[in-house]
């Protein structure tokens, strides 16, 4: 997978491409489908497949103070592209410029000047340009005057209505990973860099790789069955917990999670944590010993419940 940006030059063989446009933010079913079109529109022709997304995506920049929301990373995006069959990703870095420009002109700086793009797949409901003015027929129009052709995709539904990333925020703030995981097809994955702590899962008998949240969104605060994918591929099951740990005194936003029967050393080394099942809250224990408890009794069932679990970790 190549990743470009639109700061830089596009290499000439990737130019005449047909780009899948959108924000793409966990890469649920309908997304899917927008970049899976792409791709065949492109192997069609015999041209290479580009995604494109934004980053910081458009909220960030106008709701500065939005609490987080992201359900990817770019890194996340980018392998996600990839196993689609795509040839690259464009990275449209989203500022104050790019969002000041008319509809029009974005099409022509962006897609038909920068990537020289032959065609652009996009959801019925894709916006973009000055006030969210342009649309897929703004699209139509404005590229034809370059030879731009345009598509678009429907949204993809269930028996609950469309799937959107907003109903998989809700999804996951509410601690339903097995509806997350069937919009997104696949578990909601947090990635991140293990980071040193202060060793109380360590002197509780469970030892901890202490990940920070970061721009993701925060799931429901509370103990989950998850596994953890680690940089050399082994993919390991687990209990893990989210939040602030209102056991202890001062408050600290961490994933934490243990995984059994394992002691390596894994301190700044990035490992994936994906939310298979949400088992309780977070609570405050009237003792340690109760807490101590509860863990082995999250443990056991966390086992159950990720005996099914491959070596894919799906």
Request: proline fraction near 6%; charged fraction near 25%.
């Amino acid at each position: 997978m190549i990743r470009l940006d639109n700061r830089h030059p596009i290499p000439e063989s990737l130019r005449g491409a047909i780009v899948a446009l959108g924000n793409f933010d966990g890469f649920h079913q309908g997304h899917q489908a927008v970049v899976g079109e792409a791709i065949r529109w492109a192997r069609a022709e015999g041209r290479p497949a580009i995604v494109a997304t934004f980053d910081p995506h458009p909220v960030r920049l106008f709701q500065p103070d939005a609490e987080p929301f992201r359900l990817t990373t770019l890194e996340q995006r980018e392998e996600l592209f990839a196993g689609a069959g795509a040839d690259a990703m464009l990275v449209l870095h989203f500022d104050r410029a790019m969002a000041a420009m008319s509809a029009p002109g974005w099409v022509e700086k962006e897609l038909a000047g920068h990537l020289g793009a032959a065609g652009v797949v996009t959801g019925e409901d894709f916006t973009f340009g000055k006030g969210r003015s342009g649309n897929p027929q703004v699209l139509r129009e404005a590229g034809a005057r370059f030879g731009l052709s345009g598509r678009t995709v429907g949204p993809v539904c269930d028996g609950e209505g469309v799937i959107s990333s907003s109903r998989i925020r809700d999804a996951l703030k509410a601690g339903d990973c097995a509806t997350a995981m069937r919009l997104l097809t696949r578990p909601f994955a947090i990635r991140g860099t293990v980071q040193h702590g202060d060793k109380l899962g360590r002197e509780m008998g469970f030892p901890t790789a202490n990940i920070a949240l970061e721009s993701y969104l925060r799931p429901h605060y509370g103990v989950y069955a998850v596994t953890g994918r680690l940089p050399d591929g082994r993919v390991l099951p687990g209990a893990a917990n989210l939040g602030i740990r209102p056991q202890f005194e001062v408050p600290k936003e961490l994933l934490e999670p243990h995984f059994f029967d394992f002691s390596e050393d894994l301190y700044d080394q990035e490992i994936e944590v994906s939310f298979h099942h949400f088992l309780r809250p977070e609570a405050k224990f009237d003792s340690f010993d109760a807490l101590i408890a509860q863990i082995g009794a999250d443990c056991v069932k966390a086992r159950e419940l990720l005996a099914g679990i491959g070596e894919t970790g799906v």
